[in-house]
């Protein structure tokens, strides 16, 4: 499966996902410039790297395409914790696999817990609490 898809730069939207400098990035600001007389409309993108948090800005003609992460979101169960790593286990396929805990979710990340993580390109990051295994 494709981890990335091409997507015309003009139809970008603020919050949307695409990838500048290999990573994976949030859109958080989007500039349009007009056409000039002979010119193509640009757009200037600021982004927000998912995995690293750096700002990145490119700019780009409206009409080139530009890559865009497929992010796989998934659940999974914390099996066991230690330090700033917790070991889970996905809710579907039942693979396991260490993963680091972000600052956010450390307070809240016990053994049985069911966590949010999403796949992107192949790096898998915890994102969000979602309960206890009932």
């Known amino acids: 499966m494709a981890e990335v898809k091409p997507v015309g730069v003009g139809t970008i939207k603020k919050g949307s996902y695409v990838l500048m400098d290999g990573e994976a990035c949030k859109i958080v600001d989007l ?3 007009k056409p000039g007389k002979h ?3 640009k ?6 790297g998912l995995l690293d948090d750096k700002k990145r800005v490119c ?4 009409h ?3 890559d865009v992460p497929i992010i796989e979101k998934r ?3 914390i099996l066991s914790v230690s330090q700033n790593t917790a070991n889970v286990m996905d ?4 693979e396991i696999m260490d993963m680091e805990i972000p600052d956010e979710l450390k307070e809240s990340c016990k053994e049985g817990t069911i966590v949010l993580y999403w796949d992107v390109m192949g790096k898998k990051v915890m994102k969000q609490i979602k309960g206890e295994q009932s």
């Open 31 to 33: 500039q349009v410039s």
């Open 39 to 41: 010119g193509h409309a």
């Open 43 to 48: 757009v200037r993108m600021t982004a927000v």
């Open 59 to 62: 700019v780009m003609p409206a």
């Open 64 to 66: 080139d395409n530009i």
């Open 75 to 77: 659940n999974a169960q």
């Open 91 to 94: 809710s579907e396929t039942f």
